[in-house]
């Protein structure tokens, strides 16, 4: 019963599925474009951030209040959290790198939800997933939420679960 309640209010939550669509460049106006190109560029200095190892530039991408949940079961970080993990690294002038490329962005009002294909050099496809809120002084795009996850066909899925469940619980 709980169930069909939470699911009934998410329904009613959700956008039209018409707006899930993601528009075509040359049937938006230009300042929905402005805003997806806006909102582009902050996951771009995320990432670039990330590969210099600058933590000011990386942290300054996203809100005070964000999440970022990495690969890991236990890497479930409020910002806080996170910059305590990664400004360590960061200040030995170590990053990472993941490249994206086939990026999704759906614009609503100030949210945009995002999925980005990534390129890593130790780890291969990745998919980088989220959403982003105009917010702040000068209405500037700011992660809100980052997901890292592992992209994993499906023909091998059944050997990750298996390593999954063999490995010792957290």
Do not use: C
């Amino acid at each position: 019963m709980i169930a069909v309640l939470l699911t009934a209010l998410v329904l009613q939550s959700a956008p039209p599925l018409a707006a899930m669509v993601p528009p075509r460049d040359d049937s938006i106006g230009i300042a929905a474009q402005q805003g997806a190109d806006e909102a582009a560029a902050t996951l771009d200095r995320m990432h670039q951030a990330a590969a210099e190892a600058d933590g000011e530039t990386y942290f300054a991408q996203f809100s005070s209040g964000a999440r970022f949940i990495g690969t890991d079961a236990s890497e479930h970080w409020d910002i806080s959290a996170f910059k305590a993990y990664a400004e360590p690294i960061f200040a030995r002038g170590q990053g990472w790198t993941y490249r994206p490329y086939d990026r999704t962005l759906i614009i609503s009002g100030d949210f945009a939800w995002f999925d980005e294909k990534l390129d890593n050099d130790s780890y291969g496809a990745l998919r980088g997933s989220g959403l982003l809120r105009r917010t702040g002084p000068g209405n500037v795009w700011k992660i809100e939420q980052y997901v890292l996850s592992f992209t994993v066909p499906n023909d091998r899925a059944d050997a990750v679960v298996d390593a999954i469940k063999s490995a010792p619980a957290d």
